[in-house]
T-cell receptor, first 112, second 113 residues
């Protein structure tokens, strides 16, 4: 089947606006992850879902960031009141537990 | 806190030469280590995954070794080709880190024709 898909592929927004990023994991993968890749910062973990619950939200940088997952499938990462430092590539990955994580192509977010 | 380091940060070699990419991690309590490739503007492609009980994994021209006790992994790419040009990232799944990967900063590789 298809790999991990993410939408939109690119998003330009104005500072202060809210954005929603979507991730469709590989069918049957119970685990879903969000990472952020910023210029000069490398790849950092944001949040991890097992089924619909998020046992680890430790990487969310502020309370402006939230994520949910429904039906054990699609996940949405929401950033409220975006700031310029939120500009980055947001990557989603999915896996069976403890196995290889497969990454989507990412959403490139630019906050003006 | 797990820290993953990749040296060198960038590498340029002529076509045909073997590539050696290094990854080190500070906490040896890991479940597995994974090597990824990232092309400019693209997502990550998984290359190899080595479980903590394994010493190496091979796939075609790629071979990755793991020395868990010393906190090191090496990715070897034999007979490099221009198409191997990309950034290579290693990531560890630590026992204390739940199910999240900790990434190194990557090695940017350029294979010159």
């Amino acid at each position: 089947g298809a790999g991990v898909s993410q939408s939109p592929s690119n998003k330009v927004t104005e500072k202060g606006k809210d954005v929603e990023l979507r991730c469709d994991p590989i069918s049957g993968h119970t685990a879903l992850y969000w990472y952020r890749q910023s210029l000069g910062q490398g790849l950092e973990f944001l949040i991890y879902f097992q089924g619909n619950s998020a046992p680890d939200k430790s990487g969310l940088p502020s309370d402006r960031f939230s994520a949910e997952r429904t039906g054990g499938s699609v996940s949405t990462l929401t950033i409220q009141r975006t700031q310029q430092e939120d500009s980055a590539v947001y990557l989603c990955a999915s896996s069976s537990m403890w196995e290889t994580q497969y990454f989507g192509p990412g959403t490139r977010l630019l906050v003006l | 806190k797990q820290e993953v380091t990749q040296i060198p940060a960038a590498l340029s070699v002529p076509e045909g030469e073997n590539l050696v990419l290094n990854c080190s991690f500070t906490d040896s309590a890991i479940y597995n280590l994974q090597w990824f490739r990232q092309d400019p503007g693209k997502g990550l492609t998984s290359l190899l995954l080595i479980q903590s009980s394994q010493r190496e994994q091979t796939s075609g021209r790629l071979n990755a070794s793991l020395d868990k006790s010393s906190g090191r992994s090496t990715l070897y790419i034999a007979a490099s080709q221009p198409g191997d040009s990309a950034t290579y990232l290693c990531a560890v799944l630590g026992e204390a880190a739940g199910n999240k990967l900790t990434f190194g900063g990557g090695t940017r590789v350029l294979v010159k024709p």
